[in-house]
C-alpha cells in the first residue's frame, strides 16, 4: 500500500493506493498519471476555516447548478477544468450556492485512484 501525491500545475492531490512503486511502474517519480473520482465524492465546502482531515481540498468557482428534487449537479470551474459535484438539494441549499460562489472541492484520499497513462 502506497499513499501517492501528485503534483496538478502546482496543487498537490494525495491518493491511497494498494500498490507499491515496485510493483507498480506507474508509481514511479515523474510518472505521468491520470486521476480519477467520482461525482459523488466530491464535497463541497464555503466559507470554510481551520483544518480538516481530506487533504484534497482546491478553490473553485461555480459556473453552473442543476438542481432536482432530491441531487444537485454543481458545475466548477477549477484552473479552467470542469469539476463536478452531486450532493444532496438539501444541503446545496444550506449552502446556499448561487453561481459565481467561490467554493472548495474536496475528495478523500482513498476516494482518488491513479490510472496508467499510455
Known amino acids: 500500500m502506497s ?7 502546482g496543487d498537490v492531490f494525495c491518493s491511497i493506493v494498494l500498490e507499491t512503486a ?11 498519471v491520470t486521476l480519477v473520482f467520482k461525482e459523488t465524492e466530491v464535497s463541497i465546502g464555503k466559507n470554510l476555516t481551520g483544518l480538516i482531515s481530506l487533504r484534497n481540498r482546491f478553490k473553485a468557482t461555480i459556473k453552473r447548478i442543476e438542481k432536482s428534487d432530491i441531487l444537485t449537479k454543481v458545475f466548477l470551474n477549477y484552473r479552467d477544468k470542469e469539476i463536478v459535484s452531486i450532493i444532496s438539494t438539501r444541503s446545496a441549499q444550506k449552502l446556499g450556492l448561487i453561481i459565481g460562489d467561490d467554493v472548495e472541492w474536496l475528495v478523500k484520499t482513498n476516494e482518488v485512484s491513479l490510472l496508467q497513462e499510455g
Do not use: R
Open 3 to 9: 499513499m501517492v501525491d501528485i503534483d496538478v500545475s
Open 22 to 32: 515496485s510493483t507498480a511502474s506507474y508509481l514511479k517519480q515523474g510518472s505521468s
